[in-house]
């Protein structure tokens, strides 16, 4: 029989699993507010896709920000950067960068301060 604490165990261990034990991205400089888009290959091959990688690449159909892929999937911030930074490097996804040349965009700023409050 299992109580509480072996819940929390298994809580604690799910991140780990899904990243493989890695706590960063492959990627390290993905921003929590680039956009991320299936590639065609994702679409093509997404059934064949594992648990959040799947559910990640179904997701993007649309495009989202990696803060919000996190706040949909109800999964760590840095967890959804290893898994979005692995797929873009598997070609599953494209990730669309801010441009950082350009003014800061305050309606910009207030969307990922809204989607950070909203994975509170």
């Known amino acids: ?20 034990g890695r706590s960063a991205p492959v990627d390290h400089t993905i921003e929590i507010e680039a956009q991320v888009i299936t590639s065609a290959r994702g679409l093509a091959e997404h059934p064949m896709l594992s648990f959040e990688r799947r559910d990640i690449v179904s997701l993007c159909r649309t495009t989202m920000s990696v803060a919000e892929i996190a706040a949909m999937l109800k999964i760590h911030i840095g967890v959804a ?16 960068r801010p441009d950082t040349q350009t003014p ?4 910009m700023i207030e969307r990922v301060i809204r989607g950070l409050e909203a994975i509170r």
């Open 1 to 20: 029989m299992t109580g509480p604490a072996d819940d929390r165990d298994v809580t604690l261990l799910r991140p780990y699993l899904m990243t493989s």
């Open 104 to 107: 800061q965009d305050l309606a």
């Open 81 to 96: 950067r290893v898994l979005v930074a692995d797929l873009a490097q598997l070609g599953y996804v494209v990730i669309r």
